[in-house]
């Protein structure tokens, strides 16, 4: 298949990679063209702007938010008004509901497909190709970019056929990842306090009540103290907690963990460890201890 993809970072990289080792022809676009010198040694083609992309049957977009979305659709060298009436845009940030309904309106006076198809997974899990993909649009477009998402994720969840419910479903996740990152933050801290070695303490949490990756991965960062190894920041955690808020205040539903969590995070950022992976929560938490 034809394919376009915008949006070089830490997770586009890895996940247009998989769709070449797949046997799709990529064209790819990245504001840092530097990005794109990997992809082009395994055959891609490499577009000056996101119009240079859009001579595919699916373009898939993954920059950084509301603003960089806006702007890969709509600006005077986006794909809007490039690509092709049957072609569809898979958008696979993480962004606002507005702004997807925007985009969904937009593609659908054009002719055009349009899916929202945020994932679950750090970087790692896009280099294996076992992402979870959370996907809501038309049924017909979703037939045609299934094979691209089987490329690169080990499952789909496919929501529905209204785009927005697909991101409103990444946000209430990231909700509950960095509650349970900031949860874990105040419990070693507390049980650090009490002379209990962080890694003992983590081996108790996987190994009993709470396996699994955010605890597994979270914990051991937590534990090795290992904050710059980013695989997203808090910056982030504080972008998608004021999304997820924003949605709730418009259907008069109270998120008051969320509210407090993003207060935490703010902290975060004014203690100076905005480049940090959002595990720093723990390192904020143990010196709010008395720990560091």
Not at 240 to 250: K, V, Y
């Amino acid at each position: 298949m034809k394919v376009g993809f915008i949006g070089l970072g830490k997770m586009g990289v890895p996940m247009a990679s998989n769709l070449i080792d797949a046997g799709h022809e990529l064209t790819v676009y990245n504001r840092t063209a530097s990005k794109a010198e990997l992809l082009a040694t395994k055959g891609a083609a490499v577009a000056n702007n996101p119009a240079g992309v859009t001579d595919a049957e699916v373009v898939i977009s993954i920059p950084f938010g509301d603003n960089d979305v806006k702007q890969v659709v709509f600006s005077e060298d986006g794909i809007l008004a490039a690509m092709k009436p049957s072609a569809v845009h898979v958008c696979m940030s993480t962004i606002s509901i507005p702004t997807a309904e925007d985009v969904t309106a937009a593609h659908a006076d054009a002719g055009q497909g349009y899916i929202s198809a945020p994932v679950m997974g750090r970087p790692e899990a896009a280099k294996a190709a076992e992402m979870s993909i959370m996907a809501a649009g038309a049924s017909d477009a979703m037939a045609t970019v299934q094979p691209l998402f089987d490329a690169m994720g080990k499952r789909t969840f496919v929501i529905g056929e209204q785009p927005s419910q697909a991101n409103l479903i990444k946000l209430s996740m990231n909700m509950l990842l960095s509650s349970a990152v900031n949860a874990m933050a105040e419990v070693v801290a507390l049980t650090r306090k009490f002379g209990i070695e962080p890694h003992d303490f983590i081996d108790v949490i996987t190994g009993t009540a709470l396996p699994g990756p955010i605890y597994e991965t979270y914990g051991r960062i937590m534990a090795d103290e290992s904050y710059e190894a980013v695989g997203a920041p808090p910056g982030l955690v504080i972008k998608d907690l004021g999304q997820l808020i924003e949605a709730a205040n418009s259907a008069d539903v109270p998120m008051p963990i969320a509210a407090h969590m993003r207060n935490n995070f703010l902290t975060v950022l004014g203690r100076g460890y905005g480049d940090m992976d959002l595990a720093v929560v723990g390192k904020v938490m143990a010196e709010n201890a008395g720990l560091e």
